[in-house]
């Protein structure tokens, strides 16, 4: 099984400032990467996929990059509506997730 | 595009239970499908898939031989029937969509249903 690493756990940022979020896979998974923004009590939203594609209707300050093993999401002005879990997934073998990284207001 | 699951709810180990997810507003026979859980206050877990016109099923190894996955082209669903449930199948099952070809990232998701094993 690919094991798939988030760090941090938690991230504290501030509205309008950038955050960057990390993932790291166990052995390369080229660029079959997706990302996900859940909030609470809300399904799991599709924000990336192919490491570095936004989705349909993802606002542009959600970016993406990397290959192989390490990965990050960036999301380049804080808005209130951001704060949430993300969650990384491969699914260049079978399919696994990160054990997500949780956004919170500073 | 719109999922919607039903059918989870109380059941003792052992038990079974039949999950339904009714989709609309895309033309369901050309898509994969499949279900993710994701346990209280945890991550999230696929955990089996069913393709196209073939009907190929594959499961995560937690619940092989367990569950069973399937879909009704007429009444555009699918469905996971879970037996020998066990207290740590406790979760969400979200169904989601997946791609036409293959099944690689999940949009959307539908809102979910709470399976709760316990005696």
């Known amino acids: 099984e690919i094991v798939m690493t988030q760090s941090p756990a938690a991230l504290s940022v501030s509205p309008g400032e950038r955050a960057t979020l990390s993932c790291r896979a166990s052995?390369?998974?080229?660029?079959?990467l997706a990302w996900y923004q859940q909030k609470p009590g809300q399904a799991p939203r599709l924000l990336i996929y192919?490491?570095?594609t936004r989705a349909t209707g993802i606002p542009a300050r959600f970016s993406g990059s990397g290959s192989g093993t390490e990965f990050t999401l960036t999301i380049s002005s804080l808005q209130s509506e951001d704060f949430a879990v993300y969650y990384c997934?491969?699914?260049?073998?079978?399919?696994?997730f990160g054990q997500g990284t949780k956004l919170e207001i500073k | 595009v719109q999922l919607v699951e039903s059918g989870g709810g109380l059941v003792k180990p052992g038990g079974s239970l039949r999950l339904s997810c009714v989709a609309s507003?895309?033309?369901?026979?050309?898509?994969?499908m499949t279900w993710v859980r994701q346990a209280p206050g945890k991550g999230l877990e696929w955990v089996s898939y069913?393709?196209?016109?073939?009907?190929?099923?594959e499961y995560h190894d937690s619940v092989k031989g367990r569950f069973t996955i399937s879909r009704d082209y007429t009444k555009s669903s699918v469905y996971l029937q879970m037996d020998s449930l066990r207290v740590e199948d406790t979760a969400i099952y979200y169904c989601?969509?997946?791609?036409?070809?293959?099944?690689?990232?999940?949009?959307?998701w539908g809102q979910g249903t709470l399976v709760t094993v316990s005696s």
């Open positions: 989601a969509r997946g791609g036409t070809s293959s099944l690689k990232w999940f949009d959307p």
């Open positions: 507003g895309f033309t369901f026979s050309d898509y994969y």
């Open positions: 069913i393709t196209t016109s073939r009907g190929t099923m």
């Open positions: 052995q390369s998974v080229n660029i079959n």
């Open positions: 192919d490491a570095s």
């Open positions: 997934q491969q699914y260049n073998f079978w399919y696994t």
